[in-house]
């Protein structure tokens, strides 16, 4: 059995090196809502609790699935980076792609920082397109993890999502390669590829296109974050095959009982994947197993 762990949307703080000339635009407005509203509703205590309980789960591997920072500062990254030394997890045993916080204003994607500093966290086992980050795979025993950015500068005050034309076509390459035949393809994006939310600010906007995709070449399991909360849906795959498709609630998140800091581990053995959802309970200060799920 493979042991798969799913943390997404950890908004983790952290303001070293940075300088008044990094807050302009839509910085300015992110900056004042961690201030003013985030730091509220998003525990740095909880994060590091539910590390401890990530690392004494004994995972095989670990899949972050984006929104390491609030407004993309380097501080924010670096935070998430002893986070995963702490929990004691490395570039092999664990898988970070980016979120639409982490692609906060359009230097930073300019940049490639974030690629910079978690690279490692995506080193590719199967050649792709030599000049492009995203999609790549990892090969981990029986599982491919495919990882996808879907996380744009939006220019807006929208969180929306897109993968774009060019990687939607490297994608349907690298889910149809020989060597994934027979392994168990995870799909990680930050956005939801289905509609879950009414207001397309906050959305996928190329999920059509790319749930075209997917019925063409199939996958095992879509992982995504985003929406803070624990999410189920289905896309068909060749032959009208159900692909689960689940989202993970915030890992830092303060909220209710249903919403409060959690995070999935998948179960695959062979053909079966489980779903087991790991969440803080706040009487007794400790994370415990509050949902188990057959997915397929």
Avoid at 253 to 273: L, P, Q, V
């Amino acid at each position: 059995m493979f042991r798969l762990g799913h943390v997404t949307d950890p908004h983790f703080r952290g303001w070293e090196g940075a300088r008044a000339g990094l807050f302009t635009g839509k910085r300015v407005i992110g900056a004042v809502n961690l201030v003013v509203n985030r730091r509220r509703r998003h525990k740095m205590e909880l994060l590091a609790a539910l590390g401890q309980d990530v690392r004494a789960q004994g995972l095989d591997h670990l899949a972050l699935t984006g929104d390491l920072s609030n407004i993309s500062l380097e501080g924010e990254w670096q935070a998430a980076l002893r986070w995963l030394a702490e929990a004691e997890f490395g570039p092999e045993t664990a898988t970070v792609i980016p979120g639409n916080h982490d692609a906060y204003v359009p230097d930073v994607m300019e940049s490639g920082r974030f690629e910079q500093l978690f690279g490692a966290f995506q080193s590719a086992d199967l050649p792709l397109d030599a000049g492009a980050a995203y999609p790549f795979v990892r090969l981990r025993g029986q599982v491919a993890l495919v990882g996808v950015t879907s996380s744009v500068p939006t220019g807006d005050l929208g969180a929306w999502g897109q993968v774009g034309a060019a990687q939607l076509g490297r994608l349907a390459a690298a889910l149809a390669a020989p060597a994934l035949r027979g392994k168990t393809r995870v799909v990680l994006i930050h956005h939801p590829p289905v509609l879950l939310k009414g207001d397309e600010s906050r959305n996928l906007k190329d999920r059509r296109a790319l749930a075209d995709l997917l019925a063409g070449t199939g996958a095992e399991l879509v992982l995504h974050g985003h929406d803070h909360r624990d999410q189920r849906a289905t896309l068909a795959g060749p032959g009208g095959h159900a692909i689960p498709i689940v989202g993970a609630g915030s890992a830092s998140y303060t909220g209710g009982a249903d919403r409060r800091a959690r995070y999935n581990i998948y179960e695959i053995d062979g053909c079966g994947i489980t779903v087991v959802t790991r969440a803080h309970d706040e009487a007794s200060d400790t994370f415990r197993e509050v949902r188990r799920e057959k997915l397929v």
